[in-house]
Every structure is written in structure tokens, then in C-alpha cells.
């Protein structure tokens, strides 16, 4: 025998020995016959018939998943054909609860009068939206909380459109009523930016929706956007107007990512951005009115009534940067305003933004809108008590933001005041779809002609939730 064999037979000898020992006293109870007291019969007749069993039922068990993924395949190669004749319907919307309280002086009262605190529902928003046909998406939203000049409510149209995708060199073409492409901070939905509301020239300056059709083309890599397209302003009623004297507008964006951190997807980004616009006006009759960042109360700032405006062209050089929880943002716009008779004003506002995430989320990009999109905590919020009688918390995301913003009104023979807003900003994200916001803005004005300088305080909650 070999010498290096001899150990496995003796095991194996050994092994044998105490089966039959172990076999026949289990025997001698009457348990089993007694023909399995044998090693051989053992060996042969139980241990291979498990062996089968097992390989029969591995292989009955690929077989089902084989069939159940052959099924959901087919499932889905069924859904894919018929959602290419048909449009897809998905339902959206939000509502936004604001609290607003003032904080005035004597003199803030005597020069803008005594403002109302107020209790509102500010967005109540429904929509629907979807695809089909391999290429066409179509979005309708309504807002059921907007308000007339007389504050009386009435029901406005926001996104009405249909998309074109995949277009040899447009790339993606809208038709409808929708955003003009301007502004970073425009373009950022009102569910994902960082304050209650946009910078006081954003609202006063920057054409938001109006009917009219539009390109939009990203680069291979999504390091670059342009977007460009042909309007008719209308505003956010139902649109209609019929006019002959104008109201016609060109308004173009182009963005450019220098630097994406593709490992984090996003969570280290600068952001440059110029956006354009030329507006011709439908009535010649203009008045600028401004209030502070928030979406009631007085206007702090006040043109009165310049006319003879034939159009005017805006200019809009932007900003961002996002390093993990940090970003900074930044905008600035020249209104230059052309008029048949008189002097030809030019009007500025700019803003620079900052915020930390003190959980340590970050600002998530869309690389195909040029824009911001929804912050996604590390852990939502919830407290509950467990099964053991412990109470158990997610913190959510907490992001702290400050801003700092200026508008000018004061040019040529139109005077409206300048005005300085400092914004304080507490966000709490419960999940990705719901959180509270805490604004406190605090107005530095400075009236035409001189006039006594005032400040004007506010303070803002919101309760916010989308779907």
C-alpha cells in the first residue's frame, strides 16, 4: 500500500466501523430493518437517491426562475408595445402653507403703511403629465391658490405643452405654454429652491411662462446646454391675448459645466450660465414695482408710470459652485430699456447666495435643465416608538442659507428707489417630497429724491409637500 493512502483508508475503515455499530443499536430498537445495518447498502442506496433529490431540485429551481424571468420579459416587451401607441398618464402636483409676520417701525409704517401679517395657502397645484409614442411627453399643471391684483382667487395655467425628443440638431422641441429658458434661479421649481422666494429682480425682471415654442440641445457628455425660443407674453392666466402691437419676445440660455465630479454624480460642480432676452413690449406704458423677498405686503420700491418704451433687452450671467455641502450661488441681470422719447433707462439687480447642509446632503444638478433638482436627505425623518418600548428618530436633512440681494430702480429720469435684502434660511427635509422653511428678510431702502430711508423686516414658514 502506499505510504502516503494508508491515513485516508484508515479513516475510512474507522468511519465504517462506527456507522455499523451506530446502525445496529439503532437497529436492535426496531427503528429501521435490518438490511441498512450494512455499510455497502448504506452507501449505495441512501447517499446517492439525496444527491439526485438535491441536483432535481436545483435544477427544478433554475427551470422556475428561468420561466418567471421569461414571463416578466414578456410582461414587459407587452407594456413597451402598447405604451408606444398610446400616452402614458401620471398625476403631479403640491401645496405650499405660508405664514408671514411683519416687523416695522414708526418710520417703516409711515413710508410704506402698516402691513398685514398673513395666513395663505400659497400653491395648490394639480397636473398631469406623461409619454408615448417612443418620442412625445405632454405636461398640463393648474394652480388652484393664485390671486388676481384685487387678491381675489382665481385658478392660472402653468406648464401646457407638448415635447418633441431626439430632433437632428434642435435635439428637443416644446410647443405650449411653459418657462422661457432664463435665469438659474427661475428655472430651479419653487419645490427645490433654497428660500421661500426668488430675489426680488428675479420676480420683477425674469419672463417666466408664456406661450411659445422652444429648442433644447445637451451636448454628448452633459457638460453643456443651449436652449433658445420664440414667445408671446401672456403671463400665467389662461392665455389668450389678442393684440396687433406686440408683446413679442426671443429669449435664449447657454450653460457650461467646467468641472462635474462624475464619482460623486454631482456632489462637487461650477456652474456658469448667460442667458439673453429681447422683449418687445405690447403697451408702451410701463410701471416697475418691487417688494422685498416675500410674496405679500407692500412694494417697497415704486417707478410710478415712464412711457414710450418701444422693447428692452435683459442680460443674465450666472453662477454656482457645490462642494459636498457647501454651494454658493449667483446671479446678475441689466434690464436696458429703449424708448421712443426721453431717455433710455438701464436698470440692475444682482444676488449671491450660500448654504451648508449641517447633515451633510448636497445640492443635486440636472445636467440636462442647466438646473437644480431635489435634495435627498440621508435618513428621513420620522420618531416611533419600537416593539421594545424605545423611541427611535431620523434626523432628516438641515440646511442653514443666507442671501444677499440688491436692486436698483434708479436711472436716467426713472426713479424707483434702491433696495437691500439680507435673508436668513432654516430648511428641514423630512424626505425628498416634504419639508418646513423658516425665512427671516430683513429690507434696507433707500426711496427716490432723497426721501427718509427705511427698513422693513420679515419673518416666513412654510409647510411644503409634492408629489
Do not use: C
Not at 163 to 183: I, T
Not at 202 to 216: D, E, M, Q, T, Y
Amino acid at each position: 500500500m502506499d505510504g502516503r493512502s494508508w491515513p485516508l483508508y484508515a479513516a475510512a475503515v474507522t468511519g465504517l466501523f462506527f456507522s455499523t455499530i451506530i446502525v445496529g443499536l439503532v437497529s436492535a430498537q426496531g427503528v429501521i430493518p435490518y438490511q441498512t445495518m450494512d455499510p455497502a447498502y448504506l452507501v449505495a442506496t441512501e447517499k446517492p437517491p439525496q444527491i439526485a433529490e438535491t441536483n432535481d431540485e436545483l435544477t427544478r429551481r433554475v427551470a422556475d426562475l428561468e420561466k418567471a424571468l421569461a414571463q416578466i420579459k414578456e410582461k414587459e416587451q407587452a407594456a413597451a408595445k402598447k405604451s408606444a401607441g398610446q400616452m402614458s398618464v401620471n398625476l403631479s402636483g403640491r401645496f405650499f402653507i405660508d405664514s408671514v409676520f411683519f416687523g416695522q417701525s414708526d418710520g417703516s409704517m409711515a413710508a410704506f403703511g402698516d402691513a398685514q401679517d398673513t395666513v395663505q395657502l400659497r400653491a395648490a397645484r394639480l397636473g398631469a403629465f406623461g409619454k408615448g409614442f417612443d418620442v412625445f411627453d405632454y405636461q398640463i399643471v393648474a394652480d388652484f391658490a393664485s390671486r388676481d391684483g384685487s387678491n381675489s382667487q382665481r385658478t392660472s395655467l402653468k406648464d401646457a405643452y407638448i415635447g418633441v425628443d431626439d430632433l437632428p440638431w434642435l435635439g428637443r422641441v416644446q410647443v405650449g405654454h411653459f418657462k422661457e429658458p432664463f435665469s438659474l434661479e427661475e428655472l430651479t421649481s419653487a419645490r427645490f429652491i433654497t428660500f421661500m422666494e426668488r430675489a426680488s429682480f428675479i420676480s420683477l425682471f425674469v419672463p417666466s411662462r408664456n406661450l411659445g415654442i422652444a429648442a433644447f440641445r445637451v451636448s454628448e457628455n452633459e457638460r453643456m446646454t443651449l436652449a433658445f425660443g420664440g414667445f408671446r407674453e401672456v403671463g400665467e392666466k389662461p392665455p389668450y391675448v389678442a393684440d396687433d402691437d406686440g408683446g413679442y419676445a426671443f429669449t435664449a440660455r447657454v450653460t457650461y459645466l467646467p468641472w462635474y465630479d462624475e464619482a460623486t454624480q454631482g456632489r462637487g460642480l461650477f456652474h456658469l450660465g448667460l442667458g439673453y432676452s429681447f422683449r418687445d413690449v405690447d403697451n408702451p406704458m410701463r410701471q416697475l414695482r418691487a417688494r422685498p423677498e416675500v410674496n405679500e405686503g407692500p412694494y417697497l420700491l415704486d417707478t410710478g408710470v415712464f412711457g414710450n418704451v418701444e422693447d428692452y433687452q435683459l442680460l443674465n450671467p450666472e453662477m454656482a459652485f457645490v462642494y459636498g455641502p457647501f454651494s454658493v450661488q449667483s446671479e446678475y441681470l441689466a434690464a436696458f430699456y429703449n424708448r421712443a422719447g426721453g431717455e433710455d433707462p438701464t436698470f440692475h439687480g444682482v444676488y449671491v447666495q450660500t448654504g451648508y447642509f449641517l447633515t451633510g446632503e448636497h445640492r443635486f444638478y440636472n445636467r440636462k435643465k442647466g438646473a437644480f433638482e431635489r435634495v435627498k436627505p440621508f435618513e428621513n425623518f420620522f420618531r416611533v416608538r419600537t416593539s421594545d418600548g424605545n423611541v427611535e428618530t431620523g434626523l432628516g436633512a438641515w440646511e442653514l442659507a443666507y442671501r444677499y440681494s440688491w436692486l436698483d430702480l434708479d436711472d436716467k429720469d426713472v426713479l424707483g428707489g434702491t433696495m437691500a435684502d439680507h435673508s436668513f434660511g432654516i430648511n428641514w427635509y423630512w424626505n425628498p417630497y416634504m419639508r418646513l422653511m423658516f425665512n427671516y428678510v430683513h429690507a434696507q431702502v433707500s426711496p427716490p429724491r432723497d426721501a427718509t430711508k427705511a427698513d422693513f423686516n420679515v419673518f416666513q414658514f412654510r409647510a411644503q409637500v409634492d408629489f
